[in-house]
């Protein structure tokens, strides 16, 4: 019987889905990509990359790391 692993497993993205900040501009493609396309997940890229590796990320988990950045928890 096969089982499904949620951590091996293959999905989709929309590439109509990707989205990077507007203050990336044209910064030589060195901008942060975040897909917010599939219920349940948070997928984020190096734009420079394109379609590999993507992070993935729970809602809850991104929104932890984001306001972390925002509040300066990872300034040197």
Do not use: H
Not at 29 to 41: H, I, M
Not at 54 to 66: A, D, I, K
């Amino acid at each position: 019987m096969e089982s499904y692993d949620p951590k091996t497993a293959a999905i989709s993205l929309d590439d109509a889905a990707w989205q990077r900040p507007i203050p990336c501009g044209d910064n030589s493609g060195n901008c942060v990509e975040v897909n917010l396309g599939r219920p349940g997940l948070v997928a984020v890229r190096d734009s420079k990359l394109g379609e590999s590796p993507v992070l993935l990320f729970t809602p809850e988990e991104w929104t932890s790391f984001v306001t972390s950045v925002r509040a300066g928890q990872f300034d040197c």
